[in-house]
């Protein structure tokens, strides 16, 4: 009762206060196990939640491929990092930079779809697609299928894509998925493109389904990153005090990776190490089947055009 009190109350939950108190309470899950042997590949790794989830990993044992957006970031990533671990350089949001990090991987046990923005302004990507969804949405779509093969000759394998509690404010927009004909705001958009990472993360696992390998999403709660300094001063500045660290927000997404309960599911959300609903009484109502298969038709013709 009161995890699901601190769920649904936001702050004390997403906050630091909320890791703290449900590790304590019985049913905790135990920590993961060393991955000795597994090889990880974590994208947006050289800052905030990215590296602390990659430094996790490689403290289990585990050779971590850490994604970052260019050589000098992917070089930032290794310094920081200590273990096994290499620093790979591929901006996420284009489609074509995928296919190529994709083509040189030979093994993948674990994959996590980590990196994020939230740009000031309407930004767009490479291939010209709207910034958040290109780096939330469309680059995880292309990302898993490229490496579904390499995934599946390790199977079980584990996909985790990281979203993030906004997304219960927002439902899909059908005939406007990208909100192109929308005024551009910053909060709003990132929402919606995280919105829409669940459900790719949803199509991707029914569509997965038999091949040993689980997709799931996870959303850190309140982490007091680079990320949210830059984006959102205001907010860190009223929350600072509660916000978790870089390691806890991380906490979800290593162990998603590594223990065995994840296995036995696939397409599910997750925070704090519970499965969580998609949608509240109080946020955005699920969204049709009709917007969802639109959704899935538009990063078919997006990631097709490149
Ligand atoms: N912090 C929170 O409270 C919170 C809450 C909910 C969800 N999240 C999610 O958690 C994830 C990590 O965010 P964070 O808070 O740790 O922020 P962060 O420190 O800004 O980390 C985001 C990382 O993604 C990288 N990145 C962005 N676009 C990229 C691209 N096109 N190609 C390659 N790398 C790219 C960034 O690289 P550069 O540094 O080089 O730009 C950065 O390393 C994000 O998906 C975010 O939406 C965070």
């Known amino acids: 009762m009161l995890d699901t009190f601190l769920d649904r109350t936001i702050a004390p939950g997403y906050g630091k206060l909320g890791l703290v108190l449900r590790r304590r309470l019985p049913g905790w899950p135990a920590d993961p196990p060393r991955m000795d042997g597994q090889v990880v590949m974590v994208t947006g790794a050289a800052s905030g939640i990215g590296l602390a989830a990659a430094q996790g990993f490689a403290s289990l044992g585990a050779t971590v491929l850490a994604v970052a957006r260019n050589e000098q970031r992917a070089k930032d990533a290794e310094k920081a990092l200590s273990g096994d671990v290499r620093g790979v350089a591929c901006d996420v949001s284009s489609v074509a930079a995928l296919r190529e990090l994709a083509e040189g991987v030979e093994r993948l046990d674990v994959l996590v779809n980590n990196a994020g923005v939230m740009p000031g302004e309407r930004s767009r990507s490479v291939d010209d697609v709207e910034l958040t969804f290109a780096t939330h ?20 394998a584990r ?17 406007d998925l990208m909100s192109e004909q929308d005024e551009y705001n910053p909060k709003t958009f990132y929402a919606r493109s995280k919105r829409a990472e669940v459900v790719v993360t949803e199509q991707l696992a029914t569509r997965l389904a038999g091949t040993g390998i ?22 860190r500045k009223v929350a600072g005090p509660i916000l978790r660290s870089d ?15 994840p296995l036995q599911s696939t397409g599910k959300l997750w925070m704090d190490r519970a499965m969580r609903p998609t949608h509240y009484r109080f946020g955005a109502s699920p969204d049709g089947v009709e917007a969802r298969e639109e959704l899935w038709k538009l990063c078919e013709r997006l990631a097709s055009a490149v």
């Open 137 to 156: 949405v469309l680059g995880p779509f292309v990302l898993i299928q490229a490496l579904a093969p390499v995934l599946e000759a390790n199977a079980p």
């Open 159 to 175: 996909v985790i894509n990281v979203t993030s509690g906004g997304m219960y404010t927002q439902a899909l927009r059908p005939g």
């Open 214 to 235: 689980v997709v799931h999403s996870m959303h850190p709660g309140w982490a007091d990153t680079a990320g949210i300094q830059h984006a959102m001063p205001v907010f």
């Open 247 to 261: 390691a806890e927000g991380a906490d979800t997404i290593v162990w998603l990776g590594g223990a065995a309960e």
